[in-house]
């Protein structure tokens, strides 16, 4: 299993805006700093021409950043997904099931063992075994749920 990287994260928030069809305004230079940062910079000595040419130098290489940062996004989508990692797991839960709560060791039939990260569920009888099924979520998560119950664990798998 995959989890995306922080950074990856922080690329998915900042175009997701130009990823659905919508453009981020590029703000100008002289929008963004203050008089005292531009005298700072020297770019308060510049010329209206010059001005307008670093603008549109700067939204050039903006539109190019964000369409190379979404080609990215798309390519490591598409490797996980060709690579089958984002498919649900079923299986059965080891002995007797009386619930979780965060922090929950759950071993699979299979093998793998998840820890509850977020969730709660409390049992008055135990379960023998229920068949357990853990769905990808958004931005990495996993969900479990076990078989005739509602609410879900978010969970992640520890091997």
Known sequence: ???LSSL??????AIAPAAFGAER???????????EQLKATGLDTLSAQQLQALNELLSQ????AITEAVKQVRTERKGLLD????EPVTSTLKGEFR????G??????????????????FLGKSVPA???????GLMGGWYLEAEGQTPKAKVKRLD
């Open 104 to 121: 929950t060791v759950l071993t699979l039939e299979n093998g793998q063992r998840w820890r509850v990260v977020e969730g709660s569920l």
């Open 61 to 64: 290489d903006q539109n190019v």
């Open 83 to 86: 690579r089958g990692d984002v």
């Open 1 to 3: 299993m995959r989890v």
């Open 99 to 102: 619930g979780w709560s965060s």
């Open 130 to 136: 229920p068949k357990i099924t853990i769905r990808p």
């Open 8 to 13: 990856t994260v922080a690329v998915l928030f």
């Open 25 to 35: 305004p590029y703000v100008p230079v002289e929008q963004r700093f203050t008089a």
